[in-house]
């Protein structure tokens, strides 16, 4: 790929991966759409260019929910075969809020790695496709539905990878909302102390949470400082420029973990949806003339 | 009886030798949770969380998934209080192999209730995956490495400190779910475990003295708990079952047993003796034990309790016993 073909290549998948969700969303009454409209680049440029994944023979298909992990219980799998086999020189993605699990799950097709038809299994009885993931749904390895625990878990894997000598990093997606849990700040301290400059998170400062801005609910501002008052390298860039995003996932590793604080715009490229703000956390259709008003915006999407 | 201090410190050492995987984790209570000497041994195994155990769970968690057995070493309030989301969602939830060391169970500290785990057996036995052990003395300190390392998954220890007995003949190992029986009888069966033990040691030679013919077991393994010793022992004697525990009797031995004898429909009548829905105070084990009822003499009262006559035993002649068995080498290798 040339320099700027990739760039392009992002582009549309970020295009398509909002497309997806709100025909999705369209279709079943209701989806987490406005983290597509802000993580749509974000995730398009980890999974297309940042990360260094093994690929695929081709796209899966998700298998049904194999029971939760237990020992004894030989069907268990994890998400993680969506980003394939890792071994030592590839890197990992940990995702952290898992009600992105449908973006994700758009992000996956987009990237080859999951079968379009898994869609249709989301949110259906029986289904690893879950609308909240856990570690079995697809492009998921740990549990993290419930907030701010997957930073600390993948500071754990950092730190064991390290041990192990491997040369593969840490991905981490966590959304801004989960900057006012406490364990959050731990982890971080923890991730600087133990200078693990092997982990590399993405955030996604989408400004909104379940109820309404994040400035109404609790401050976090200023992130970049308070992040590199804690030991991390921090840099803030346009969360839907794909040059901006994935030019730090090629910094020079100098002993700190890295964070990426994404600016973005929780109803880019569907301007219908700002008529809902501050109320974006969840989209749901309160009338039929809404519900063709978004028809008609995935047209033109 | 045998005494031995900071058991947990040089085994843990030499344990640690032929476990490569092992890595500790401390939330600043290093030395307090004996793990000191670990740390200056292998500093490279070593990771200090600091006083953040939200995310030493989850962080022991990630370390599990990639092969690793880390060993958490606090207080056990900690481990279950402050971190239960973590605990149930990262670690217990994936089976993560993470062995977690939960210092001062029960009322053994003067630090007072923010410090005493009273219901931790409770919480930690409903817990899907999880295992949950107890050690009651300097042997069992020293051979549940072996029993939490053979279990491929979570491991929660009620583990002991300091000064410890040995009840227990060094060469008799704890072992998964085998209770081992101290004395047989079938006037009464008494079920304790951790320190209670030792308490119960010094009540039924005194009941003995007295004709009573007790079952004794003494339970290290409260999760799984399905031996046919224990059902055994729920089935036959003639004045129930007593049950005695460092803990609520809610939610851990006792009810352990009464879950016991109701699905068997045994229908055998049970006195749980432990904290009765109370929290407790800052003070010594000795007086705490005396307090909430968790003692020799508390014991004996409930014997008197369910023989329904009384058996005249003075608080002086249990101490005898205890006095007796600190000395006695002979008696605590014939258990």
Not at chain 1, 73 to 85: H, K, M, P, Q, V
Not at chain 1, 219 to 239: C, H, M, N, Q, Y
Not at chain 2, 127 to 153: F, I
Request: glycine residues 8%; aromatic residues 6%.
């Amino acid at each position: 790929m040339t320099d700027t073909a990739w760039i392009d290549q992002v582009r549309l998948a970020a295009r398509r991966i909002r497309r997806r969700v709100l025909d999705h969303t369209i279709k079943h009454n209701g989806g987490y759409m406005s983290q597509a409209c802000s993580s749509a680049e974000i995730l398009s440029t980890l999974y297309l260019k940042a990360m260094a994944l093994a690929p695929l023979d081709r796209p899966l298909r998700p298998r049904p929910f194999p029971g939760t992990p237990k020992r004894g219980n030989n069907l268990y799998f994890t998400g993680a075969e969506f980003n394939g086999r890792a071994l030592s020189h590839h890197d990992r993605f940990i995702l952290s809020p898992a009600h992105y699990a449908l973006v994700i799950y758009a992000a996956l097709i987009e990237a080859g790695r999951m079968d379009p038809v898994g869609l249709e299994y989301f949110n259906q009885d029986g289904s690893s496709v879950e609308m909240i993931g856990a570690e079995h749904s697809p492009g998921c390895e740990v549990t993290c539905g419930s907030l701010g625990q997957a930073l600390s878990q993948a500071a754990g894997i950092a730190l064991a990878r390290r041990l192990r000598r491997d040369s593969g990093r840490v991905f981490v997606f966590m959304s801004d909302g989960e900057f006012q849990i406490g364990q959050t700040w731990e982890a971080l301290q923890a991730a600087s102390h133990h200078r693990l400059e092997n982990l590399i998170l993405y955030v996604d400062v989408n400004r909104q949470q379940c109820d309404g801005q994040v400035t109404s609910v609790m401050t976090i501002e200023p992130l970049e400082k308070r992040l590199e008052s804690f030991g991390w390298r921090a840099l803030r860039v346009d969360g839907h420029d794909p040059g901006a995003l994935e030019a730090p996932s090629r910094l020079e590793p100098n002993g700190r973990p890295l964070a990426v604080l994404c600016d973005t715009d929780p109803c880019r490229d569907l301007n219908l949806l700002n008529r809902n703000a501050p109320k974006l956390h969840y989209l749901r259709f309160k009338t039929t003339e809404e519900r063709e008003a978004y028809r008609q915006a995935l047209e033109v999407l | 009886m045998e005494m031995l201090s900071k058991v947990h410190t040089k085994n843990l050492v030499k344990w640690g030798k032929t476990h490569p995987k092992a890595v500790v984790l401390s939330a600043d209570l290093t030395s307090s949770c004996e793990a000191d000497l670990f740390r200056d041994t292998y500093p490279d195994r070593f990771f200090s969380m600091g006083i953040a155990e939200q995310n030493m769970m989850s962080f022991a968690a990630g370390l599990a998934r990639e092969g690793l057995m880390p060993l958490v070493h606090t207080f056990a309030v900690f481990i279950y209080r402050r971190a239960y989301d973590q605990l149930a969602m990262s670690v217990a939830y994936a089976d993560a192999n993470v062995k977690m060391f939960g210092f001062l169970p029960g009322i053994l500290t003067p630090g007072g209730a923010t410090h005493q785990a009273i219901d931790d057996i409770a919480l930690m036995r409903s817990l899907p995956n999880m295992t949950v052990l107890e050690v009651g003395d300097a042997t069992e300190v020293e051979s549940v490495l072996d029993v939490m390392a053979a279990v491929e998954g979570p491991v929660y220890i009620r583990m002991l400190r300091g000064e410890l007995p040995r009840l227990f003949p060094a060469d008799e190992p704890m072992k998964l779910d085998q209770p081992r029986v101290l004395s047989r009888g079938r006037d009464l069966t008494l079920v304790t475990s951790g320190v209670c033990t030792e308490e119960a040691l010094r009540a039924v030679t005194v009941l003995k003295a007295r004709g009573l013919a007790i079952q004794h077991l003494h339970l290290s393994t409260l999760k799984p708990c399905h031996s046919p010793l224990v059902r055994e022992a729920l089935e036959t004697p003639k004045y129930g079952v007593l049950s005695l525990e460092n803990h609520l009797a809610t939610g851990g031995l006792g009810s352990i047993l009464a879950e016991k004898i109701a699905d068997g429909g045994l229908g055998t009548k049970l006195t749980r003796l432990g904290l009765q829905d109370t929290f407790a105070h800052g003070a010594s084990k000795a007086y705490l034990m005396r307090e909430y009822g968790l003692d020799a003499l508390a014991l004996t009262s409930a014997v008197e309790r369910m023989v329904d006559q009384p058996l005249n035993i003075r608080e002086e002649e249990l101490s005898a016993v205890r006095i007796d068995a600190v000395h006695s080498e002979h008696k605590a290798e014939a258990l």
